[in-house]
């Protein structure tokens, strides 16, 4: 089965690029969208793979995607910024998730 | 944007049926854009998607789950709702109902969430 994986942690000071990646096989031929889902709250689109945010979501996450690497990029990191972040795709019929990465500002 | 809202039993007994159920406001099940969809999350598995029901009647699920899923829509209550049989301890989970957009597979509304713990 289809399997997406995303490193547990990454760690960046306040104003430095996160770059959080999502390993799956020819991940760039599908479509990627991905969620920040803060402690005790429900996960919520930050962006799609059509790079559609929500209101609130600011234009510093950024996607893209090549290969076997999808990457949501976080530039210009704010504290608020700190949550556990989920990619996501379609494939073979049914819902993947990756295992999250949570991001830490430090 | 609307809202999703979960409720059901937050404690099932081993072997017994899991049943939830979640209100939409603000649109409606019978819109044919939207899958109405259950994912569940644990510390373990991290999130888990359970399967979908569209309006049009058909559905689809996790094949490791599939046997003991049943999910329906309500169009004159607005609501959609999950049945899941025969629950062990490894069910235990958050669950969330969420929208799926159909030509996309965002999940771009999402409930609360609701914790369900199996135990005797």
């Known amino acids: 089965s289809y399997v997406l994986t995303q490193p547990p942690s990454v760690s960046v000071d306040p104003g430095e690029t996160a770059s959080l990646t999502c390993g799956g096989q020819d991940i760039g031929s599908k479509s990627v969208h991905w969620y920040q889902q803060r402690p005790g709250q429900a996960p919520v689109v930050v962006i799609s793979?059509?790079?559609y945010r929500p209101s609130g979501i600011p234009e510093r996450f950024s996607n893209s995607q090549s290969g076997n690497t999808a990457t949501l990029t976080v530039s210009g990191v704010e504290a608020g910024d700190e949550a556990d972040y989920y990619c996501?795709?379609?494939?073979?019929?049914?819902?993947?998730f990756g295992g999250g990465t949570k991001l830490t500002v430090l | 944007q609307g809202q999703l809202e979960e409720s059901g039993p937050g404690l099932v007994q081993p072997s017994h049926t899991l049943s939830l159920s979640c209100a939409v406001s603000?649109?409606?099940?019978?819109?044919?854009?939207?899958?109405w969809s259950w994912i569940r999350q644990t510390p373990g598995r991290g999130l888990e998607w359970i399967g979908y029901?569209?309006?049009?009647?058909?559905?689809s699920s996790n094949p490791s789950l599939r046997s003991r899923v049943s999910m329906a829509i309500d169009t004159s209550k607005n609501q959609f709702s999950l049945r899941l049989s025969s629950v062990t301890a490894a069910d235990s989970a958050i669950y969330f109902c969420a929208r799926e957009e159909v030509t996309t597979s965002l999940f771009d509304l999402w409930g609360q969430g609701a914790q369900v713990t199996v135990s005797s």
């Open positions: 793979h059509q790079g």
């Open positions: 603000s649109g409606s099940v019978s819109d044919a854009a939207y899958y």
């Open positions: 996501q795709v379609w494939e073979n019929a049914r819902v993947i």
């Open positions: 029901f569209h309006s049009s009647g058909s559905t």
